[in-house]
């Protein structure tokens, strides 16, 4: 899946997200974002990364026997994060829409 198919997928389940950013630009956030995990990975040795809402990146170091030479590669595996049930979306909405209400209110 590469960044146009993903700006497709955002736009068809939440046009509102996307209404008011350009098509070129909304592209630019989503490579940077998946330029930017990648980058984050490739820091991590031994251990996890974790994304919240996205999942948990598990990094292990493993040895690999190639043309009778030891290797050291990288394993990464992913395991999706939970999908939210409905009554917590709502309840991140409301604390979010209170949020935006409490700072608009104290500029």
Do not use: C, W
């Not at 350009?22 to 994304?51: N, P, Y």
């Not at 030479?69 to 209170?98: G, L, Y």
């Amino acid at each position: 899946m590469d960044a146009n198919q993903i700006l497709e997928k955002i736009r068809t389940d939440s046009p509102a997200l996307l209404s008011k950013i350009d098509d070129k630009v909304a592209a630019r956030v989503v490579r940077a974002t998946l330029a930017e995990i990648g980058k984050q990975l490739a820091q991590v040795d031994d251990g996890a990364l974790s994304v919240p809402g996205l999942g948990r990146f598990k990094v292990k170091q493993v040895e690999k026997e190639k043309e009778g030479e030891k290797k050291i590669a990288k394993r990464i595996s992913f395991r999706v994060a939970k999908p939210m049930d409905e009554e917590k979306k709502q309840k991140r909405k409301a604390k979010r829409e209170k949020a935006g209400k409490e700072q608009a209110a104290d500029e």
